[in-house]
């Protein structure tokens, strides 16, 4: 009767919790960069931080271009992209997977 290793198991569920993870923080963060900049509460035009950057700069121009349209739909844009990659990962979760797990192996070889 063949056994097999309890390591490798572990080491393929580690790998697929991993890309797990990755997606769920793609996806987290993708959607959160597409809504935020557009809610009115809390409003993308009263960010404390940007305005204490523009008062410690001096740089009005600086807080009128951050809170431009432009900058807005860049990071709706960033957002999407996370959203994209993350979609991307789930369509090859088998080929990433096997990848890391390779590169997993890979990097044991070379420790010993």
């Known amino acids: 009767m063949l056994r097999s290793d309890p390591s490798i198991h572990r080491k393929a569920m580690s790998a697929k919790l991993t890309i797990i993870f990755f997606i769920l923080?793609?996806?987290e963060i993708g959607f959160l960069l597409m809504v935020l900049p557009w809610l009115e509460y809390p409003s993308w035009n009263e960010n404390y931080?940007?305005?204490?950057?523009?008062?410690?700069?001096?740089?009005?121009?600086?807080?009128?271009?951050?809170?431009s349209g432009y900058v807005r739909g860049a990071v709706?844009?960033?957002?999407?992209?996370?959203?994209?990659?993350?979609?991307?990962?789930?369509?090859?979760?088998?080929?990433?997977v096997q990848s890391?797990?390779?590169?997993?192996?890979?990097?044991?070889?070379?420790?010993?």
């Open 25 to 27: 923080i793609c996806f």
């Open 76 to 96: 709706t844009g960033i957002g999407l992209l996370n959203v994209i990659l993350g979609i991307r990962e789930i369509i090859h979760f088998k080929q990433t």
């Open 49 to 67: 931080l940007l305005v204490w950057l523009v008062e410690t700069l001096r740089w009005p121009a600086l807080g009128r271009f951050l809170t």
């Open 100 to 112: 890391f797990q390779a590169e997993w192996q890979g990097s044991e070889v070379d420790s010993k």
